[in-house]
T-cell receptor
Framework: DAMVIQNPRYQVTQFGKPVTLSCSQTLNHNVMYWYQQKSSQAPKLLFHYYDKDFNNEADTPDNFQSRRPNTSFCFLDIRSPGLGDAAMYLC???????????FGPGTRLTVT | AQSVTQLGSHVSVSEGALVLLRCNYSSSVPPYLFWYVQYPNQGLQLLLKYTSAATLVKGINGFEAEFKKSETSFHLTKPSAHMSDAAEYFCAVSFNSGYALNFGKGTSLLVTP
């Protein structure tokens, strides 16, 4: 089945230690998104790629970066995680004429 | 700007009872509306979507929603709740493909025996 895959599902990192979360998709969608979701809150868009064009949300901290080396893969880099960055990170895709987004299972990040 | 408001952060229903989760939207252009469900420690799964076709939209797991322009609403319903319906439900709006979704704050559905 075509899908959005996120690895790892659970990630523990230390305060200030860089961490990378990965997302891959087999849907061949041209748009990929990264959301941050804190406990009992709605997902908050961090940035998205429209093909290779990177679109950063105005309030996304500089501490968060992203890379998309090809259509299938997208990475979220947190350069110096703080305790406030502990959250579920969701990757999503959309493409063609479809308006809906397809979400991966998420990576739950813990910062110690 | 497009936005949605979900009325009620928590809704509790008995098993077998009607489920009604409320969503109102604000949009200056024809909106595209979605309902997503999220189970604990999982991603979001699309329940149904409205993209300017039929106003009554049927989705998965017996859910449906009706787009009412006069009321700017897109409420989610299910005739008979099942224990497995207990989850977080998000209403979302977009105005074009390839653009971000604006989510409501979510409604937590509790189903009691």
């Amino acid at each position: 089945d075509a899908m959005v895959i996120q690895n790892p599902r659970y990630q523990v990192t230390q305060f200030g230690k860089p961490v990378t979360l990965s997302c891959s998709q087999t849907l061949n969608h041209n748009v990929m998104y990264w959301y941050q979701q804190k406990s009992s809150q709605a997902p908050k868009l961090l940035f998205h790629y429209y093909d290779k064009d990177f679109n950063n949300e105005a309030d996304t901290p500089d501490n968060f970066q992203s890379r998309r080396p090809n259509t299938s893969f997208c990475f979220l880099d947190i350069r110096s995680p703080g305790l406030g960055d502990a959250a579920m990170y969701l990757c999503a895709t959309s493409g063609g004429s479809s308006y809906e987004q397809y979400f991966g299972p998420g990576t739950r990040l813990t910062v110690t | 700007a497009q936005s949605v408001t979900q009325l009620g952060s928590h809704v509790s229903v008995s098993e077998g009872a009607l489920v009604l989760l409320r969503c109102n939207y604000s949009s200056s252009v024809p909106p595209y509306l979605f309902w997503y469900v999220q189970y604990p420690n999982q991603g979001l799964q699309l329940l149904l979507k409205y993209t300017s076709a039929a106003t009554l939209v049927k989705g998965i797991n017996g859910f449906e929603a009706e787009f009412k322009k006069s009321e700017t609403s897109f409420h989610l319903t299910k005739p008979s709740a099942h224990m497995s319906d207990a989850a977080e439900y998000f209403c979302a709006v977009s105005f074009n493909s390839g653009y971000a979704l604006n989510f409501g704050k979510g409604t937590s559905l509790l189903v009691t025996p």
